[in-house]
């Protein structure tokens, strides 16, 4: 069952343009080694890459923003960088897709996250993460908590996007307080979990963790999905877990080639089939299903149309090798 038609779809995502989304998480250069292999090494049995280019996007919660100014929004970042090489190119990137990074801190003590992927013939062989946890520190937490309460007391802010990859940014003091504030300005707040980084917190808006997430949350074994996958027990039970633990509006769980489950407030479980036809990497879909969700109810979607909306992107971008992001007219080229 479609909830969406085109001209509503389009409706929505008119409405977006100029929204200003907050996005905060663990900042990332995304960097790829694109080359062919010929033979095996001598020394190791490993693959011998001839390298022929590198290039570098936006990665983690930077890719989130991405596809927010994509669709039309704005993207204000809220994270931290290092002053090295990597950091200033992940600044550098930033600036050439339109994200307003005033309220970015740069501390020459941390170490901007940098994940190296190899790819020879259109296949990952390897990736490479530079990162350093303990360089976060509470000082910096409580600045970036500051300046996002400042920003909606300021009505700068019409939505929240908390992107969680246990890095060290995010805590449930953070998102606590941001969620007090936004409340009273009636602000949609979103996060992306980390199943590492349990934090307690309640009153959001959206949460869009995939099926092993979801699973590893609410502290249940996980268990493959039997259909129809929206009357699974297991699943029904883990959702509900979750919703009554953090106190959700709308739960969307992500499962991959099944599609999406979709458990909104007073309603029954919604299956939303995967519209993908080829998956050659499914790097970034995550931060996509967020950001154009969010952006979607922003555009005044109902939680089953934004859902819809983000599926059809999420089937966009898992057709790319590399993260990339989604614009207006290619989610409408999926609607008949």
């Not at 343009?17 to 905060?24: E, M, N, R």
């Not at 490993?46 to 929004?73: D, E, K, Y």
């Not at 407030?265 to 990497?281: L, Y």
Request: net charge negative; proline share 4%; charged share 25%.
């Amino acid at each position: 069952m479609k909830y969406t038609g085109r001209r509503r779809a389009e409706e929505i995502l008119n409405n977006i343009k100029g929204k200003k989304v907050a996005v905060v998480g663990d900042l990332m250069l995304d960097v790829y080694v694109w080359g062919k292999v010929s033979r095996i090494s001598p020394e190791a049995p490993v693959p011998v890459v001839h390298v022929n280019r590198t290039s570098h996007c936006l990665g983690g919660a930077a890719n989130v923003m991405r596809n927010i100014v994509s669709l039309g929004g704005k993207a204000l970042a809220y994270g931290i960088i290092g002053t090295g090489e990597n950091g200033e190119k992940l600044r550098q990137l930033m600036y050439e897709d339109s994200i307003e990074t005033e309220d970015i801190i740069s501390d020459p003590a941390y170490t901007t996250i940098e994940k190296q992927r190899i790819i020879a013939d259109s296949q990952q062989l390897a990736r490479v993460d530079y990162e350093d946890k303990g360089t976060v520190t509470k000082n910096h937490r409580e600045i970036i908590t500051e300046r996002l309460i400042s920003g909606i007391k300021a009505d700068r802010i019409d939505g929240i996007i908390f992107e969680d990859y246990a890095k060290g940014l995010l805590d449930s003091n953070m998102v606590n307080e941001v969620i007090k504030e936004a409340k009273k300005k009636n602000l949609p707040v979103s996060l992306d979990p980390h199943p590492s980084h349990k934090m307690n917190t309640e009153g959001l808006t959206l949460m869009t963790p995939n099926h092993i997430e979801a699973f590893a949350l609410a502290g249940i074994y996980l268990k493959d999905l039997t259909d129809p996958v929206d009357k699974d027990i297991s699943v029904r039970g883990v959702a509900e877990k979750i919703k009554d633990e953090w106190n959700i509006e709308q739960l969307l769980i992500t499962l991959g080639p099944r599609g999406m489950l979709l458990f909104d407030k007073g309603s029954a479980p919604v299956h939303i089939p995967t519209v993908a036809k080829e998956v050659f990497d499914v790097t970034g879909a995550g931060d996509t299903v967020i950001a154009v969700n969010t952006m979607g109810l922003l555009g005044g979607a109902s939680a089953k149309e934004a859902a819809e909306i983000s599926n059809y992107a999420a089937g966009i971008v898992v057709a790319h090798i590399g993260t990339t992001s989604v614009k207006k007219e290619d989610i409408l080229s999926q609607f008949i």
